[in-house]
């Protein structure tokens, strides 16, 4: 009886929970702003970011692997993106597909909140950038 408790911890509560915050957001946002240019613009850049971050990050992780001459799995990369902590089982579930010996979890979690906290500091940097501007 006790273990469907976390896998519902994990999974589908954390997707209510998710669909439910959305849904609070979206309902705040007036309909003439929804498919305004500006709108569409931030997704985009948004997808685009989260992309190039994932790439950049399998690719820098490549060239750690052939600099440091040890082995390195290059999808650590990948973890470094700020999505917490979706990246980090996505790595652990893509080389738990490759072999049954990889267990890049805690790994990928260190890589996931060094992301976070890279985003946090760069965040900080652009607003203190932009309001000197304004």
Not at 15 to 33: F, R, V
């Amino acid at each position: 009886m006790v273990e469907p408790l976390p896998e519902t911890a994990q999974n589908e509560m954390t997707n209510i929970i998710t669909i439910l915050l959305m849904l609070g957001i979206g309902a705040s946002i007036p309909t003439d702003k929804v498919l305004h240019g500006r709108t569409l613009m931030v997704l985009f850049l948004g997808l685009a970011t989260f992309a190039v971050g994932t790439a950049g990050g399998v690719f820098l992780g490549k060239i750690m692997s052939w600099l440091s001459k040890e082995p390195f799995n290059p999808m650590l990369g990948a973890a470094g993106v700020s999505a917490v902590p979706m990246s980090a089982r996505i790595v652990q579930h893509l080389g738990q597909q490759e072999s049954k010996r990889n267990y890049l979890l805690m790994h990928a979690v260190r890589a996931n909140v060094a992301g976070v906290i890279g985003s946090a500091v760069a965040g900080g940097c652009f607003l203190s950038y932009f309001q000197k501007l304004f």
